[in-house]
């Protein structure tokens, strides 16, 4: 309530001074540099200009759009301005589209692009999402609930922009990451961790926390280099993926194994040539071999 009276009251006195410049024109002409257009400064609908009003909303944090909720209507169609998001903003929910934020491919609404407009992988915004997701290659798709807390609302959920954002994305690690594996005598319990420093991940089970891996694993978001085939569980020098945790070789794997060896056993998720034929059995919280 308290938000509303103060857009009145700076809707009147823009509107007012609006009419006492005018009435001053014509003494002040030369004065007159950029004009306003109603409400919002010159360049306010322009992309290339200085005052677009996406970049007013990344500079000032304003992307839970409330702001333009209290003139626009929480619907966006105009209010009593005449004026509605939808105008521009076609796709479905206007501005609250995911993919006007953050980018994505038909399907996904994930960066790229990040809220900076970056689209490299070397931006913390952007990282690796795209390669987690990619479920063609050497694993199901990592779903955003293994990294992030589902928005059960939607645009509007608390756990998405709240009343005071950061503009930083909450990691939340889901199940897959904290997978236990069981060997005699104890288990592996990981406890995964970000550390937006280094922007590395270490501790979760996905990326060699487990029994015979590489426990003390960190890939980096933001180098696809980080991770090759001997990274999570194997020698990450030479690639090969033959486990090989602190040098020693645990049974039934052999010091002879090569990438064209693991399909006589797990002979489901990898081929002779060394190919993951069913990327939905790799990472997926469970060692398959022989028939299962
Ligand atoms: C104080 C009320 C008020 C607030 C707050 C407000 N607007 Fe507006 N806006 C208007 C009015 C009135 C118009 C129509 C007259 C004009 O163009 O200035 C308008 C026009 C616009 C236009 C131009 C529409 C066109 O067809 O060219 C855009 C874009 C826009 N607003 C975006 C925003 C965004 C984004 C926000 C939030 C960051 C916002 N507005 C906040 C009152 C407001
Ligand atoms: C005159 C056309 C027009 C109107 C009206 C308009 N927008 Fe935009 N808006 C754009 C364009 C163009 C972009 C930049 C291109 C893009 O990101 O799709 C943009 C970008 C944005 C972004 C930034 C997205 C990002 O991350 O880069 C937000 C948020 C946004 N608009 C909100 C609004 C809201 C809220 C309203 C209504 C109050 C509104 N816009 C009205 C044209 C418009
Ligand atoms: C493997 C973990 C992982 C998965 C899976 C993942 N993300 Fe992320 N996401 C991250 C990390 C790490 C960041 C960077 C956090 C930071 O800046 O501190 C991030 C950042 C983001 C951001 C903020 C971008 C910015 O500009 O700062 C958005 C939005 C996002 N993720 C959406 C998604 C969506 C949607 C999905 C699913 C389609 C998804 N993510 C899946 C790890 C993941
Ligand atoms: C107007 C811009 C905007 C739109 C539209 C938008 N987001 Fe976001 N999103 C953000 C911002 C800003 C953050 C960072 C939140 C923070 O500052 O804490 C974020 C963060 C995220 C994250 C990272 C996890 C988190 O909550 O921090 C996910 C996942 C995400 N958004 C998904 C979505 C989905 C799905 C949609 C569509 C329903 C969507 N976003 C629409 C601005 C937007
Ligand atoms: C002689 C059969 C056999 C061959 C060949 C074999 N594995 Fe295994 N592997 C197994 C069995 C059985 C397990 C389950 C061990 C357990 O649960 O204790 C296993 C487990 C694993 C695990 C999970 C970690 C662990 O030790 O439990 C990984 C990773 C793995 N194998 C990778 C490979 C790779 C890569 C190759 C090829 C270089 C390969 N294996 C070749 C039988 C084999
Ligand atoms: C991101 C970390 C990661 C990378 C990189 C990786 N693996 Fe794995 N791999 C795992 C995990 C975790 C397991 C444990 C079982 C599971 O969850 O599927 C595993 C298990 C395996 C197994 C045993 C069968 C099974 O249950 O999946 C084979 C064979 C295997 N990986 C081969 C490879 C090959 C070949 C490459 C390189 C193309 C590779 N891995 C790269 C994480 C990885």
């Not at 690639?239 to 797990?266: D, K, S």
């Amino acid at each position: 309530m308290k938000k509303i009276n103060f857009f009145y009251i700076l809707f009147s006195f823009l509107i007012i001074s609006a009419l006492g410049y005018q009435g001053c024109s014509e003494i002040k002409d030369n004065l007159v540099t950029a004009p306003q257009i109603g409400v919002h400064p010159a360049g306010w609908s322009d992309e290339s200009s200085g005052s677009f009003h996406g970049k007013y909303i990344f500079n000032n944090k304003a992307w839970n759009l409330n702001q333009c909720k209290t003139c626009h209507g929480s619907d966006y169609r105009g209010g009593n301005t005449g004026a509605s998001c939808y105008d521009c903003h076609t796709s479905s929910g206007g501005p609250q589209n995911c993919r006007l934020c953050h980018g994505g491919n038909s399907g996904h609404s994930n960066p790229p692009k990040a809220l900076n407009g970056e689209t490299g992988v070397s931006s913390l915004g952007v990282g690796v999402h795209v390669y987690h997701l990619d479920s063609t290659k050497y694993s199901a798709q990592v779903e955003c609930s293994e990294c992030h807390t589902p928005l059960s609302e939607g645009f509007s959920s608390p756990d998405h922009i709240g009343n005071n954002p950061d503009g930083i994305a909450e990691i939340n690690f889901g199940p897959l990451s904290k997978t236990i594996t069981v060997f005699e005598g104890g288990q592996f319990e990981p406890a995964p961790v970000w550390d937006r420093n280094s922007a590395t991940c270490s501790n979760s089970y996905c990326h060699g926390n487990f029994k015979d891996g590489n426990v003390s694993a960190s890939p980096k978001w933001t180098d696809r280099e980080s991770v090759k085939c001997g990274s999570c569980h194997g020698d990450p020098v030479t690639g090969n993926p033959n486990p090989l945790p602190n040098g020693n070789f645990f049974h039934p794997h052999f010091p002879n194994f090569t990438i064209n060896t693991c399909y006589q056993c797990h002979g489901l998720v990898i081929n002779s040539a060394g190919a993951i034929i069913d990327p939905e059995k790799h990472v997926n919280g469970v060692v398959n071999f022989n028939s299962r």
